[in-house]
T-cell receptor, first 114, second 115 residues
Framework: NAGVMQNPRHLVRRRGQEARLRCSPM?????VYWYRQLPEEGLKFMVY????????ESGMPKERFSAEFPKEGPSILRIQQVVRGDSAAYFC????????????FGPGTRLTVT | AQSVAQPEDQVNVAEGNPLTVKCTYS??????LFWYVQYPNRGLQFLLK??????LVKGSYGFEAEFNKSQTSFHLKKPSALVSDSALYFC?????????????FGIGTKLQVIP
């Protein structure tokens, strides 16, 4: 059973460009979470999605950031008009359900904004 | 609001000695508790969880954790540390009340096992 897949692993964008981060959950998992990790700041929750629905986006910045998990295909985290402060590691995780179920993490996408 | 505290930024232990990584939590209801490990440039890996039942939970790679309700703690332990255990460890908590409840992660504790 393949794990959580994320691509690209590394992404370099100039200020003002768009960044698209993709996440394919583990087979059979319909719950997807996105996190951002900055050095010395731990793991920050961004958004929780189920197929075609955003369940909790309380950690998402109000502007420039959006996420989707369509019926077919991977979950996408989209960052428009990137700024240097967006440089971070972005992790996707999936789970079989919520509540008692643990999350399985992808290897992350390291975004660098120049 | 729920929260997780990992009071030590870094824990140093000699190879072969027992290790403990501390975690305390705060939830309104009862907790579901999780430990994850992160190696450099990798995603987090699940180690173990407490849902209900026996307070001592055994997980991957010889790790275990003890749930202590009175002290609201869930410390991670291993009887004999290996150099390969050196990594970043995250504690996480979720309230077990009904409906959707977010998982909250601690800030992480860096474990350094010294040969």
């Amino acid at each position: 059973n393949a794990g959580v897949m994320q691509n690209p692993r590394h992404l370099v964008r100039r200020r003002g460009q768009e960044a698209r981060l993709r996440c394919s959950p583990m087979k059979g998992h319909s719950h997807v979470y996105w996190y951002r990790q900055l050095p010395e700041e731990g793991l920050k929750f961004m958004v929780y999605l189920q197929k075609e629905n955003i369940i909790d986006e309380s950690g998402m910045p109000k502007e420039r950031f959006s996420a989707e998990f369509p019926k077919e295909g991977p979950s996408i985290l989209r960052i428009q008009q990137v700024v240097r402060g967006d440089s971070a590691a972005y992790f996707c995780a999936s789970s079989l359900g919520d509540r008692v179920y643990e999350q399985y993490f992808g290897p992350g996408t390291r975004l660098t904004v120049t | 609001a729920q929260s997780v505290a990992q009071p030590e930024d870094q824990v140093n232990v000699a190879e072969g000695n027992p290790l403990t990584v501390k975690c305390t939590y705060s939830v309104s209801g009862n907790p579901y508790l999780f430990w994850y490990v992160q190696y450099p440039n990798r995603g987090l890996q699940f180690l173990l969880k407490y849902i209900t039942g026996d307070n001592l939970v055994k997980g991957s790679y010889g790790f275990e954790a003890e749930f202590n309700k009175s002290q609201t703690s869930f410390h991670l332990k291993k009887p004999s540390a290996l150099v390969s255990d050196s990594a970043l460890y995250f504690c996480a908590v979720r309230d077990n009340r009904g409906g959707y409840q977010k998982v909250t992660f601690g800030i992480g504790t860096k474990l350094q096992v010294i040969p």
